[in-house]
């Protein structure tokens, strides 16, 4: 027998729940977009050091082959290509721009210090 008082079956989600749902999915994002942006370019810089020290290895290599001295400065060319030192020309994944510098200064990246900085390895510099 039904009775006046007899529950009805609910369907589909009221406007609250689905309210705290969006809330709550907006402080997850609030909290890990910017974690996201941060690791983002904590990973590029520490690409753009990786490759700052392999051109400053070819660097040596390239003075030990030519008996070069400290006041020589080698360029691209001398470094890259298939039968040299680096197989091809590295590029700063945050797009800034290698200068080779000579013998006795590192190479440098034009970023350089990117103010993002809470070690070393954060910044497009040789540590």
């Not at 890259?80 to 290698?98: A, D, F, H, M, W």
């Amino acid at each position: 027998m039904l009775t006046k008082f007899a529950k009805k079956a609910r369907h589909g989600f009221t406007l609250v729940e689905i309210m705290i749902v969006v809330l709550i999915i907006g402080i997850l994002l609030a909290i890990a977009v910017p974690n996201f942006l941060r690791a983002r370019e904590s990973s590029r810089a520490k690409a753009c050091v990786s490759n700052l020290k392999q051109i400053e290895a070819a660097k040596e290599q390239w003075a030990m082959d030519t008996k070069a001295a400290t006041t020589a400065t080698p360029t691209f060319a001398d470094l890259v290509g298939p039968t040299k030192y680096i197989k091809s020309t590295p590029v700063c994944p945050s797009n800034g721009t290698y200068t080779v510098n000579d013998m006795s200064t590192d190479p440098v990246c034009s970023i350089g210090d990117n103010g993002t900085a809470t070690d070393a390895y954060d910044d497009h510099i040789l540590p």
